[in-house]
């Protein structure tokens, strides 16, 4: 592990990396866990044609697949962005390996997942390899070829049955030629043992060699897991299709109630706002009475009327209100006198005491009065 650290200090620094330390990281901790992956620095040829020198992650990880457990071979490249920019996923076939193509892998296997379009920084190489597991456990990406010719029949035999020495038939993996392959290793059976006569074959199999060793119950099991195959598939895809439909119509209703919802709010605030402006038309045509008619009048008004309280109670505080702010004014200007020299000591204090304790009696029953109003204060 000392050895893979030191790689990546040097290949993060060396190929300029953005965020080297998170990168060293990421790495060094996914090679702790999957033993089968190792890092490497290889050029990247991009869509475009430009060539960069990438930090990758090359091997192989696990899945279960009908009770095995095969080993897939992949790279992982890492961008100079990463972690901000999801990695670049490749399947890479052995020699005796094909890449069996689908919607999460293209014929140069290249892997598309929702899982890297929905990419985020802290998503992780961990959670990446474990949606790849899934994966290709549902749809294995590869298929295993034969290493030397092997005499097969010209039929599309997507499974084939054979029984073993202690009776338990086993299920090999297809060749090239077969019409659905089924993923890498090769078949587990072994290869010498004979398989049965051929019954008599119908004439639409005539053109099958007098050497094939295929039976009319084989061909019968290779079709029906076909068959089984490709309608797991297409109901896999219906079955996709109507959940996001399903979906899509519960966000459609959410969306529709929300809407109603908001038309309601709307046409309430609609009717209050008219009220209000029919309140404000009949304010605002008494207020243009009040005016005509007091041009009309044309006389003064005295500024005593122009207060009016309508309790006596209102208007002890206002008289009150108004006495003590006079009395405020008076030891004001008093004061003013007294330091321009115009009054002497004597006089000030003699008229400050009388204000002061005529205010104190104020103030006072100001407070009391605007209690019993239940006034603030």
Known sequence: MAEHDSFMRKAVKDWK????????????????????LKPIVGDFVFGNGQKKKLIALSGTIPI???GACYHIPVEIWLLDTFPSNAPLVYVRPTANMRIKPSRHVDNSGKVYLPFLHSWKPDCGINALIQVLICTFEEQPPVFAVPTQPVAQPMLPQPMSLQQSATGIPNVPYPLQQTAYPIPYPPSPYPTGMPMPAIPSIPQSTAQISNNSTVSSVHIRVSLLSAV??????????IYFTTEIEIKTGEQLKEGQTKLERMMRHLDDEKSSIEKTITTCEKEIEQLDDKISKQNNENTAMNIDDAIQAPTPLYKQIVNAFVEEAALEDTIYYLSEGFRSGKMDLEQFQKHIRILSRKQFMLRAMLKKCRQKAGLAG
Not at 18 to 29: C, G, M, S
Not at 228 to 237: C, G, N, P, W
């Open 64 to 66: 279960n697949y009908r």
């Open 228 to 237: 089984s195959e490709k309608l797991t598939r297409r109901l896999e895809d």
């Open 17 to 36: 990396y953005i965020y080297p330390d998170a990168t060293r990281k990421e790495v060094i901790d996914i090679l702790k866990f999957w033993k089968g």
